[in-house]
């Protein structure tokens, strides 16, 4: 596809029953970028987030207004597969959730639910492939059967990693993904996401700034659910356009 466009967001507003907790939120996504979501807490960064993989259907009373288009497709049309959505748009959490199962069942979950084997030789391959995108295969190659649970904290974040590259994503969401994890385990998650857009179109959620700077390609400022600015992150980082992203970026808001 020539197209470089993953999402197109017009308008987006989205409601926790009649709280607007996003307005008119406007942005595209390219392909194989890392694009990163920066602001306060609760300014809406991660509910927009869970608008692109449709995870706030989970909320009662939540609703959208406005258009997710997802390669010309509007996400939320009646029609839209929402299994078929999240296996498109996968997503690692805040906290390292690994199931309490071996390493092995936890990558191959996603592929046995989904149908996406024939055998065992194919799910071997698949496990193996996902650990190896993880950067772990090396580290967890002789204790497949052990309990994930064991590992460091890091290396769950990383075994939720393989789970989510195991379906075959075409978009991984990062929600604040390694604000559990110490500073050496933080750049192994930040090494691997510039290694994973080679393959797959990343967005991340952070509160921290030098993190966005690391790591992203473009990058944007939500405040109090609205998009303040939103472009390649050395502008925004450099020469923002805004007086509130300057404030925010220098320290003096927020």
């Known amino acids: ?7 197109t967001i017009t308008n987006l507003d989205f ?10 939120i406007g942005m595209e996504i ?10 306060p807490s609760g300014c809406g960064k991660s509910t927009f987030l869970r608008c692109l993989n449709r995870m706030n259907d989970t909320i009662p009373g939540t609703r959208v207004e406005g258009k997710i288009q997802l390669e010309g497709r509007d996400i939320y049309a009646p029609d839209y597969n929402v299994a078929e959505l999240r296996q498109r748009v996968g997503m690692v959490f805040q906290k390292p959730n690994p199931f309490p ?13 989904l149908g996406m084997v024939q055998n065992k030789a194919q799910l071997d391959e698949i496990v193996e492939h996902s650990l190896k995108d993880a950067v772990l295969w090396d580290e967890v190659k002789g204790d497949l059967k052990a309990n994930a649970l064991g590992f460091s904290l890091g290396q769950q974040q990383r075994i939720c990693i393989a789970r989510v590259l195991a379906v075959k994503p075409d978009v991984v969401l990062f929600d604040e993904s390694t604000s559990a994890l110490d500073p050496i385990a933080t750049g192994g998650i930040e090494d691997l996401i510039s290694e994973l857009k080679k393959n797959y179109t990343i967005i991340i959620v ?12 473009y990058t944007g400022l939500f405040w109090l659910g609205e998009l303040i600015e939103f472009g390649p992150t050395e502008k925004i980082f450099t020469r923002p356009e805004k007086e509130l992203t300057d404030a925010y970026l220098s320290g003096k808001m927020g």
Do not use: C, W
């Open 206 to 217: 952070t509160h921290n700034m030098q993190q966005a700077g690391r790591v992203a390609d």
């Open 1 to 7: 596809m020539t197209d470089p466009l993953v999402f």
């Open 15 to 24: 409601y926790y029953g009649e709280k607007l907790a996003l307005s008119k």
């Open 101 to 113: 199962q071996s390493v092995y069942d936890n990558v191959a979950f996603g592929p046995r639910v």
């Open 30 to 39: 390219l392909r194989r970028k890392v694009t990163a979501l920066i602001g």
